[in-house]
Every structure is written in structure tokens, then in C-alpha cells.
């Protein structure tokens, strides 16, 4: 049995290290893009970001004062778990608490907020069944800079990887500085509308800098990241070479009337961390 305090702890433990410390492949293409850089704002802003990283870690602090709507990616095996929700949902107001997490979450209407990065339907969890002997949770402190600028088109299928290639780099380019480039983005194609943009969401969670091991699906992540960097749009908005780091694609299988894409822009603090429990 995986015991809901284990969840709890873990929740708690995972998010003390999402939020202060990005991940080893963002910062390196952060850095790889500070040394390419030729625009003097770009360089600076670049510079001002890499500053703030190392900041973090050394006073063990959040990146962002955004730490994002609580989102757990949990992949459940074939293992015994005590009370999954609660556990998570203990572990999200307890890290709000000792890391801490600003208290973002609030009603939709009223916008009450609720201080405890809890509430109705929050913390959102999606649960993927897999054949292992194991539990493992995924944070994904998603800040709403970013968020908000996310979109989603049910495209024909006649619009095919063109209509894909355009929609996607419209979406990045109408954002311009708001998600606080240089982006990371996250395209889901197929499945149902919910389904593309969970997908896009998920695609986030892949190595800056690995590409899709479909051949034509990683051409593709190429091609848009290019033109996206040639909008130079740049670092915060305010000119560069470089406005994305990476494009990440995911797909599923749709119906043969549709051809769903999401899109979903992840800010330059690409933050998430993941464990392994096992009984």
C-alpha cells in the first residue's frame, strides 16, 4: 500500500523543487540562447532571466512569484494506494504553506480566493492507467501569463500539416510578450477538442531540445519553431533572435471529419518535477 501521508509528503517535496529550481534542459537552453543572442535588449532580458534562475537556487525561493494552478500529472500502475485525492490535495496546501506557493486559486465569479491553492475541482488531476508496478506524480506549476494565451481550433482535415504549421505560429505570434517569452510550445493533434489540448499541455513535459520520434512529426516541430524565431518577437516581447526555445508535438488518432489542434504556451520557467512511489 502507497499511504496517503507518502502522497502528501511527496506532492509537498515535489513542488519545493519545481518551483525554485528549473529544469537542466531549459536552463541550458536559456544559456545557449544568451550566448547566440545579438540584439542588445535580447541580451539583456536573457541575462536579467538567467540571473533570476540562479537567484532562486541560491535562496532557495520561487523563480516566479506565478506558482501556477496546481495541475498533477499522476501515471497509476498496478499498485494499492490509500485516498490518491486527498493525499494530493493535503500535499498542495501543505506546500502552499512551508515553500511557499503564492494562493492563486480563487472562484471563477466572485474570485474568493480560497488560500489554500484548493477548491472546487482544483487541484486538477489527470490520472493515465499504465501496466507497472508503480505510482508516479508529476508537478506542473503553470503560471497564467502563459495560460492565457493558449488556443484551440478544430480545423478541417484538408487543412492538414500546412493549416497545423499556420495556426500554430499565429497563436505564438498574436501572444507576442504576454507568456514571457522565450516560450516553449506545446501542440497537441487529434483526438477529441479536450483530448488536443491536454495533449499540448503534456507535450510540455518533454526535453527542450528532443525531438518527436516520428520523423515527419519532428520535421514539423522544426519548421514552426524556425519560423516562430524569425518573427523576432525575442526575449519578453521586446526583440531577439530567439522567442521559443523549443515546439513539442504530441498526436493521437481522430475522426475522419476533424482534425483538432491545441495549443498550449508554456512561459521561459518550464518548471516541473516527477517521483516514483512504489509499495
Known amino acids: 500500500m502507497i499511504n496517503k501521508k507518502k502522497i502528501e509528503n511527496t506532492i509537498c517535496d515535489l513542488y519545493h523543487d519545481a518551483v525554485i529550481n528549473l529544469p537542466s534542459d531549459v536552463k541550458s537552453a536559456l544559456q545557449a ?11 539583456l532580458n536573457l541575462k536579467a532571466i538567467l ?3 540562479d537567484a532562486a537556487e541560491e535562496m532557495g525561493v520561487p523563480l516566479c512569484q506565478d506558482t ?19 493525499g494530493i490535495k493535503n ?19 466572485t474570485r474568493k480566493n ?51 504549421r499556420e495556426f500554430v505560429v499565429e497563436t505564438v505570434v498574436k501572444a507576442q510578450g504576454k507568456p514571457c ?45 524556425e519560423e516562430i524565431n524569425q518573427s523576432g518577437i525575442g526575449p519578453m516581447g521586446l526583440g531577439g533572435k530567439t522567442t521559443a526555445l523549443d515546439v513539442k508535438i504530441l498526436t493521437a488518432d481522430t475522426h475522419t471529419a476533424g482534425l483538432p489542434i491545441g495549443v498550449c504556451i508554456q512561459c521561459w520557467a518550464g518548471r516541473h518535477a516527477s517521483a516514483i512511489l512504489r509499495p
Not at 501543505?94 to 465569479?109: C, S
Not at 499504465?130 to 495560460?147: A, H, N, Q, V
Not at 517569452?181 to 495533449?199: N, T
Open 51 to 53: 540571473d533570476n534562475i
Open 91 to 109: 500535499g498542495v496546501e501543505k506546500a502552499t504553506k512551508e515553500v511557499p506557493l503564492r494562493p492563486n486559486v480563487v472562484h471563477p465569479f
Open 114 to 164: 480560497t488560500g489554500t491553492n484548493t477548491g472546487q475541482g482544483i487541484p486538477q488531476i489527470d490520472i493515465e492507467l499504465i501496466e507497472e508496478d508503480y505510482l508516479e506524480l508529476t508537478i506542473f506549476p503553470k503560471g497564467f501569463g502563459s495560460e492565457n494565451n493558449n488556443a484551440l481550433k478544430m480545423a478541417l482535415p484538408g487543412e492538414g500539416v500546412e493549416g497545423v
Open 33 to 43: 540562447a544568451y550566448k547566440s543572442e545579438d540584439s542588445e535588449l535580447g541580451l
Open 68 to 86: 501556477g494552478l496546481p495541475i498533477i500529472f499522476v501515471k497509476l500502475g498496478n499498485v494499492n494506494v490509500e485516498n490518491l485525492y486527498q
Open 181 to 225: 517569452p522565450p516560450v516553449i510550445v506545446g501542440v497537441g493533434i487529434g483526438g477529441s477538442s479536450d483530448m488536443a489540448m491536454k495533449m499540448a499541455k503534456k507535450a510540455l513535459m518533454g526535453k527542450v531540445g528532443e525531438r518527436n520520434p516520428e520523423v515527419e512529426i519532428a520535421k514539423i516541430e522544426t519548421d514552426i519553431l
